[in-house]
């Protein structure tokens, strides 16, 4: 598997309780399952169907957002994790 860093920023990183963290993932899925195990304060972050909450934003090294999280991630990838609330 791959390691990744997960990066908070807005609500996200307040419901965390950190900046960052690190995880193993070969997907977005996979990631956001994993913080979701480490952070239970973000738990909603998947809906039930697979999809990312609304009210969350992802990207990949904050050059695109992520709407497939079957998305395949690669060793070193910053994954952000962002407020879709404005003033998030």
């Known amino acids: ?10 609500i996200p990183r307040q419901r965390a309780g950190r900046a960052e963290l690190a995880v193993s993932a070969e997907t977005v899925a996979e990631a956001l399952t994993a913080v979701e195990r480490q952070c239970p304060a973000l738990k909603e972050l998947v809906q039930a169907d697979g999809r990312v909450s609304p009210h969350y934003l992802v990207s990949i090294e904050g050059e695109h957002f992520v709407s497939d999280l079957q998305q395949p991630l690669a060793a070193g990838n910053r994954l952000l994790v962002l407020s879709a609330d404005p003033g998030g």
């Open 1 to 10: 598997m791959a390691q990744v860093t997960v990066e908070f920023y807005g």
